[in-house]
């Protein structure tokens, strides 16, 4: 049986014939063809683990949907393409032989082992949550390299484990399995307790408060990249609550206080100019809780923005790459 199963038919829904949308240019495809592609999305309909509201399960459908009507052009990268989709993960079936229910802690092993097939598939992974419990798994088979973490959140998710897993502990379980470096941009103020703002500190992490990206978004992705100095790999994660609730209601924890859209995108795309960016997610959409697909479309847009920002580097002459403007 397949690791992946398909559930997105990929039709760009506009009616001018003169449109390109992501609708008409991603292809589905099976594990062995993903080579070909740039980037491939991956989906995980999962929220088992979330710690606030749930609803992050339907994501990756509300994503797709929105990213499909979204055109394909950015005014500095050109078209976007080199795009495929696998499906969602097969294995986020939560039922056990028994009836028994799969502890968090069993789904994310289950993930972990199609994560690392999807990341030896030689193609950039774009996995589409689903909670932020599924960061440790995606990442994870990365850390055998040096690997650094950047994670645009409004929370550290330095949580410590106790019974289980949770949203709000995958960087907790990157760390002490052995995570070299770690960033998070857009933290808010009074979201944190002292206590795990202290423990990322004595961990040499790096925290750029929302405040600080709002002053200079260019000068944020440089900190969160000093921070990955030496690391051979980077990965990069949204958590769309990094949004300002205006921008993005339909999360487990929506404050006021974050990051506008503009702001996200610029940031994405430094992010993506670096060449050792080796994964890159979007999670905590939760279709349910949203108003107007306002937040599956910023996470779509996100993507496509990513997607433009590895581009814009791999077409850039002399290294200088967009400048995100």
Known sequence: MSLFTRT?????????PGDEQ???VVEPVDLADVGAFDAVLVGE???GAVVGRRGARKGPGALRAALAATKTHHFDAGPVGGLCDLGDVRTLVRTLPGDRTASVAEVQQRVRSAARKVHAADALPVFLGGDNSLTYPNAAPL??????????????DVRTVREDPTSGTPYRQLLEDGLDAYACVGARHFETSTGYADDVRERDGEVVTAEEV??????AADVALDAMGGIDAVYVSLDLDVLD???APGVSAPTPGGLSTRELYRLLRLLAA????AGFEVVECAPRLDVD?????????????FLAGRRAAAGASGGAGEDAG
């Open 45 to 47: 309909p999962y929220d």
């Open 293 to 305: 697909d306002r937040t599956a479309r910023a996470g779509a847009r996100a993507v496509a923005h």
């Open 214 to 219: 709002g002053e200079d978004p260019v000068a």
């Open 143 to 156: 850390l055998g390299d040096s690997l650094g973490c950047v994670t645009l959140d409004a929370h550290l």
């Open 274 to 277: 670096d060449d050792r960016v």
């Open 8 to 16: 997105f038919r990929w039709d760009g829904p506009s009616t001018d």
């Open 245 to 247: 609730a205006a921008a």
């Open 22 to 24: 992501f609708g008409d």
